[in-house]
């Protein structure tokens, strides 16, 4: 305990630290060496009024409650808490209310200041257990700071307008078990998340947008899932018009195609002794203006002997041009004679790329109309299991959500 004039020092400074102003005084403060702990006890006049929280009518002080702890940033590196009793009013018209405080946002045991401090600490280690050791809090305190940051974030967020969006699955737990997210892909934001990767997920995610932005929607990017065009053509109006194919995508199908037509004919190569295919997996993973000098080497000993892979290569590589393409017609002409070319090929595994492609062609070649990909949806997927693997992965599927919100969102979290 401290005491004399010091005590009547420490009240002020400590007043001037947790920034009260009246009717709030710094009755107490004490030291234990032993726990490294200040504890400050505040407390107000007798006879003050209070406003009730629901009207803000100022009305006298009915009772108080038993008294409460907040933590408040550490001061020379002992814990500080803060300790009162809150008062209750009597409202006429809302009954017995607890007051608002001006140092701790209702329902939090942690003072503004102190909750500031928290998401900062929180967005730049990117990781709730590191967050854990330098605030010196439980898994539950710091996971009830992001709970309530996000909660935040979402009453605070404006409704805005979200032209281009992109919705794609992530994979919450091993096997099939999917979450479906939404993107605003002009401020790189996770907007709704929904369980599952089906039609009605789908659905449920492009739902949670306003329906004056699902209104200001002109394209959508997603990958060729089914699922997720039925659902866009149940939410957004004219989704005809509007969805696009993800090229990326696209391409990382034929690019697997490759592979297969590769691993086939190595297998039927060194049946007969020659192995020239062993070792070259990534050239033909590797477009040609990204192949190493080694690769290069490798890519042209092995593309003139007119192998099949080289032959899927090229037709891949040919792919590509589709989407430099000027206008969704004249990538609709070059799709045609490129379909024409590889559906004349023994490549089986290049046709059935052809064929799905031409089943979504008019989706496909809508990207020369709308210009977007889900490059921004991919980022965030890698950021988003990231963020799952340092804190060590996420048993509970809202939890989850609630950290993709909290680093993803966009939103306003920190408590004014």
């Not at 814990?79 to 017995?96: F, M, Q």
């Not at 203006?289 to 042209?300: A, P, Y």
């Amino acid at each position: 305990m401290i005491s004399g004039s010091a005590a009547v020092q420490d009240r002020e400074l400590y007043q001037q630290i947790l920034g009260l102003k009246s009717p709030w005084t710094v009755s107490e403060v004490s030291l234990s060496l032993e726990q490294q702990q200040v504890d400050v006890f505040v407390e107000h006049p007798g006879g003050t009024k209070f406003c009730c929280p629901e009207c803000d009518q100022s009305l006298p002080c009915y009772d108080h409650t038993a008294e409460r702890q907040w933590r408040h940033l550490d001061s020379c590196q002992f814990k500080t808490i803060l300790h009162a009793s809150i008062p209750r009013v009597d409202c006429p018209t809302h009954g017995v209310k607890q007051v608002n405080v001006p140092w701790a946002q209702k329902g939090s045991r942690f003072t503004i200041l102190f909750e500031r401090f928290a998401v900062e600490v929180l967005l730049a280690t990117q990781n709730v257990k590191g967050a854990m050791g330098i605030l010196r809090t439980k898994w539950d305190q710091t996971w009830s700071i992001v709970e309530r940051a996000v909660a935040r974030g979402k009453a605070r967020k404006q409704t805005r307008p979200v032209p281009h969006v992109g919705i794609d699955e992530k994979a919450f737990l091993k096997g099939q078990n999917y979450i479906t997210l939404v993107y605003d892909l002009d401020h790189s934001t996770v907007e709704a998340i929904s369980d599952g990767n089906d039609t009605e997920a789908g659905f449920q995610a492009l739902s949670a947008l306003s329906e004056t932005q699902l209104q200001s929607i002109e394209a959508i990017a997603m990958d060729m899932s089914p699922a997720y065009v039925k659902a866009a053509k149940q939410a957004i109006p004219l989704a005809e018009t509007k969805i696009v194919h993800d090229r990326f995508h696209i391409m990382q199908i034929a690019t697997k195609a490759v592979d297969k037509v590769r691993r086939t004919e190595h297998r039927e190569l060194v049946k007969e002794g020659d192995d020239r295919l062993s070792k070259t997996k990534y050239v033909w993973l590797t477009s040609q203006e990204n192949l190493s000098e080694k690769q290069r080497t490798v890519f042209e000993s092995t593309f003139d002997l007119q192998l099949k892979t080289g032959k899927a290569w090229a037709f891949k590589e040919m792919l590509r041009d589709l989407w430099g393409q000027d206008s969704a017609a004249t990538a609709t002409t070059y799709f045609q004679d490129w379909y024409k070319r590889v559906i004349h090929t023994n490549l089986e595994p290049m046709k059935s790329v052809a064929r799905s492609i031409k089943e979504r062609l008019d989706h496909v070649v809508s990207y020369c109309t709308h210009r977007i990909t889900n490059g921004v949806a991919e980022g965030m997927n890698s950021k988003i299991m990231s963020i799952k693997r340092r804190v060590g992965g996420f048993r509970n599927r809202n939890n989850f959500k609630t950290a993709i919100f909290f680093y993803c969102g966009g939103l306003s979290l920190y408590p004014q």
